[in-house]
């Protein structure tokens, strides 16, 4: 069965600086790819989402993700964190062609401190 | 806002008891897919409802149960609750099956006491 891993489960940075954060999914086959944020008190929402073509893809708010096929890994980067991103952070995939669920990773809360 | 809404926002259930839990998804959109959000973890999937069939089942047992209706709306139906049933539960609607966007309610907070 596919999953997965999300390898930071709480991230503390401070303003302006950099965050990546690791996820790594399991199965071998053709994968979508995406980075969902909950805000806290707000509902989930799609930050970014891979499909085919470039490997780097940018999202909202500057963030940016990029797939690794041969590590099968789409960390998720931010040059320069601010407050407002703390939040809790959600890898997913959907398996192309073999199903619809969207699986989950555990989430990694950010708290970004002033 | 998504335009997804979920209700009630938060209920209190007993052991043994059944609920029923409402998604509206976001006009234009005909596939909801319904997710289970325990403490600490990430969503996991329950099942998906597109143009009222189901369309996808997670590992959940048969006492989750769905139904779609004709404006795309859906229910969730837990029977013979669990107190491991008590998680949040998410609904997402997409514009088709294949969920390549989905757009999620705030949730429905199940307590099973």
């Known amino acids: 069965a596919q999953s997965v891993s999300q390898h930071n489960h709480h991230v503390i940075l401070s303003e302006a600086a950099s965050l990546e954060l690791g996820c790594n999914y399991s199965y071998g086959g053709t994968v979508n790819l995406f980075w969902y944020v909950q805000y806290p008190g707000q509902h989930l929402q799609l930050l970014l989402k891979?499909?085919?073509?470039?490997?780097l893809v940018k999202g909202i708010k500057g963030f940016e993700a990029e797939f690794i096929k041969s590590k099968f890994s789409f960390n998720l980067r931010k040059p320069s964190v601010q407050w407002s991103d703390t939040a809790e952070y959600f890898c997913?995939?959907?398996?192309?062609?073999?199903?619809?669920?969207?699986?989950f990773g555990t989430g990694t809360q950010l708290k970004v401190e002033l | 806002e998504t335009g997804v809404t979920q209700s009630p926002t938060h209920l209190i259930k007993t052991r043994g008891q059944q609920v029923t839990l409402r998604c509206s998804s976001q006009?234009?959109?005909?596939?909801v897919s319904w997710y289970q959000q325990a403490l600490g973890q990430g969503p996991q999937f329950i099942f998906q409802y597109y143009r009222e069939e189901e369309n996808g089942r997670g590992n959940f047992p048969p006492r989750f149960s769905g139904l779609q209706f004709p404006n795309y709306s859906s229910e969730l139906n837990v029977n013979a609750l669990e107190l491991d049933d008590s998680a949040l539960y998410l609904c997402?609607?997409?514009?088709?099956?294949?969920?390549?966007?989905?757009?999620f309610g705030q949730g429905t907070r199940l307590t099973v006491v």
């Open positions: 997913a995939v959907i398996l192309t062609g073999g199903g619809n669920k969207l699986t």
């Open positions: 891979y499909f085919s073509g470039d490997p």
């Open positions: 006009s234009g959109h005909n596939t």
């Open positions: 997402a609607s997409s514009l088709d099956s294949t969920n390549t966007e989905a757009f």
